[in-house]
């Protein structure tokens, strides 16, 4: 298994920035991708960046070129740097991890909230 507890979160005016923290524990070296997701009030949780155990990066076209997906190994941590934010990226962002047997795992959300 493996636990995720997301922090970063936080209120920013439109054109803002927040780095948001993903860290992992327990059986980490199973992991095969992290994700990134958000889920705004009222619609449906949406994938926004993942990056795989190697580096691999992948972006959802609605922050491809605000948002960096990263990775410290060495931390056990997953970031995501998002620049110039607006008011539509308001939600609730959830980091995941998906293992080499296919089970996914979900932290507990933090809440990014931007003002325009």
């Known amino acids: 298994q493996v636990q995720l507890v997301e922090s970063g979160g936080g209120l920013v005016q439109a054109g803002g920035s927040l780095r948001l923290s993903c860290v992992a524990s327990?059986?980490?070296?199973?992991?095969?991708?992290m994700s990134w997701y958000r889920q705004a009030p009222g619609k449906q949780r949406e994938w926004i960046a993942a990056?795989?155990?190697?580096?691999?990066?992948n972006y959802a076209d609605s922050v491809k070129g605000r948002f960096t997906i990263s990775r410290d190994n060495a931390k056990n941590t997953m970031f995501l740097q998002m620049n110039s934010l607006k008011p539509e990226d308001t939600a609730a962002y959830y980091c995941?991890?998906?293992?080499?047997?296919?089970?996914?795992?979900w932290g507990q959300g933090t809440q990014v909230t931007v003002s325009s």
């Open positions: 990056i795989s155990s190697v580096g691999t990066t």
């Open positions: 995941s991890a998906k293992m080499r047997t296919l089970d996914v795992y």
């Open positions: 327990g059986s980490i070296s199973s992991i095969y991708v």
